[in-house]
């Protein structure tokens, strides 16, 4: 039996940090398989914890004297890519050496699987296995062949005598319901949902993958245009033992794409709606399914869902076909409508810092999201990730190359007609500009949940801003009246 220790660096990434603190999902689901394979599991969130640091890893590490140290590239608060882990991830595994150089150590995640042979030929020397792909039935499959050979087990690369070695790539896994997060592993004190009302926060998956092609994005290949969901029945039985024995209060779904069979969604509204479970929901879907479930959406607040991110990227038809979004602008707005017709709270993103960016555009951007009108905006920089088509396509404007700063609030992308740090300058008056005209509107509604949880979040939200643009001095955009 091995002692497997999970950690969670601590990193900086701005739009997750700045409403909650999340349990990172995909860490427990890979505990959870570590002891359905007769392993002992512990998880150590850096993140999350208060006052946590790398030396709180290092003697983490010195107390619970692990054989295998796990690290995962992953962002909790969606389900999607991350990047911005990756240096922490290897400073905490390089740590875990220098405690004990006999620990075998394991990176995982969708950087991982993409750039196996860049970790393994990291300078640091920090990575000893990849997990690559889906990786529950890979690490239990690992934990039993170490030391080796590894050559039988599917989904990893490793170095043997300085040349990287990549076994087959392993299928996914058909019935997800077999799977079982740790839940009892985790510090349950140290997640919650700072918007009001605000409470205990967990984060599931109720599919996994994604068929769609968005540029930008990593799901279609790291799924490999897969897409498998989990029983509704199995997804309510979760959320009761989240609700009654964790005392959580608010979900996200993180699904990138949730209401992909719409049979099987209205299925799970309908349980939700049957049990009565009194906690919030919130989740992401495309802006097409919003439309095509306009009959839905009744059962969509009923079943507790208060507030929908919609992915609008672009404020042109043009632009959301250069990253492949497939969709259009009169389907986002359309979406936005409808779902604020329900009383449900709208999140839009827009992005911004694309090579053809200018001024220009960038006010046309903040026009276009003031006119679709969500309920709040975010506007994320495009951010090549380093495994997508976007980073292949846009690989000469490309200026930075610290991973760290791939947290879509960092410019990475040097524009034609813009600098960097005119792009920073740009993504605040974004946010000046569209709330300058929404605080006013949000005050000035009645009193109750859909006002106090704008209120909050905008006070989060300007908060988070006073601290990633304080750099900027003079140059930072203030909040003004329109």
């Not at 059962?299 to 990253?323: F, Q």
């Amino acid at each position: 039996m091995s002692k497997v220790l999970f950690v969670v660096p601590p990193y900086s990434s701005w739009g997750v940090e700045a409403i909650g603190t999340w349990p990172p999902l995909q860490v427990a689901y890979l505990a959870g398989a570590v002891e359905e394979a007769g392993h002992e599991a512990c998880i150590f969130d850096a993140m999350n914890r208060d006052g946590a640091d790398f030396e709180s890893i290092r003697a983490e590490v010195a107390r619970v004297r692990p054989q295998v140290v796990v690290a995962f590239d992953y962002l909790p608060v969606t389900g999607a890519i991350s990047t911005a882990v990756v240096p922490a991830a290897l400073r905490a595994l390089a740590i875990a050496k220098e405690v004990d150089p006999a620990i075998t150590t394991l990176i995982g995640g969708p950087f991982p699987t993409f750039r196996y042979q860049e970790l393994l030929h990291d300078p640091s020397g920090a990575v000893d296995i990849v997990l690559r792909g889906e990786a529950e039935d890979t690490l239990a499959e690992l934990l039993g062949a170490l030391p080796g050979p590894l050559d039988r087990v599917r989904g990893i690369a490793f170095l043997r005598d300085d040349i990287v070695m990549a076994t087959e790539t392993r299928p996914h896994i058909q019935d997800l319901d077999r799977l079982r997060p740790a839940w009892h592993l985790l510090d349950w004190d140290a997640y919650r949902y700072r918007i009001e009302p605000a409470g205990r926060m967990a984060s599931i998956l109720t599919s996994r993958g994604c068929m769609m092609s968005c540029s930008f994005c990593s799901h279609r290949a790291f799924w490999r245009a897969d897409w498998r969901a989990r029983r509704p029945e199995a997804v309510i039985e979760e959320v009761r033992l989240l609700v009654t024995r964790y005392g959580v209060e608010s979900i996200t779904l993180i699904d990138p794409y949730p209401t992909s069979d719409r049979a099987r969604w209205e299925r799970l509204l309908d349980l939700f709606i049957a049990e009565d479970f009194g906690v919030r929901l919130l989740m992401e879907t495309r802006a097409e399914d919003i439309v095509r479930d306009a009959d839905l959406l009744p059962k969509y607040r009923e079943a507790g869902v208060v507030h929908l991110y919609i992915g609008a990227e672009a404020g042109s038809d043009e632009l959301l076909a250069a990253l492949n979004k497939g969709n259009d602008v009169n389907a986002i707005t359309h979406a936005l409508r409808l779902a604020r017709e329900h009383d449900i709270v709208t999140e839009a993103s827009f992005m911004i810092g694309h090579p053809t960016e200018t001024w220009a555009t960038v006010e046309r951007t903040i026009e276009v999201a003031i006119r679709m009108d969500p309920d709040i905006a975010v506007f994320p920089v495009l951010t090549p990730m380093p495994f997508t088509p976007l980073y292949e396509d846009l690989r000469d404007r490309v200026r930075v190359h610290d991973y760290a700063k791939y947290n879509l609030a960092t410019p990475i992308i040097e524009p034609y007609a813009m600098t960097l740090e005119e792009v920073t300058i740009a993504l605040g008056r974004c946010y000046m500009d569209f709330y300058a005209q929404k605080i006013p509107r949000i005050r000035a509604l009645p009193d109750g949940f859909k006002r106090r949880y704008l209120l909050s979040a905008c006070q989060e939200m300007m908060r988070a801003y006073r601290r990633h643009f304080s750099h900027l001095g003079d140059k930072m955009p203030t909040l003004h009246p329109h």
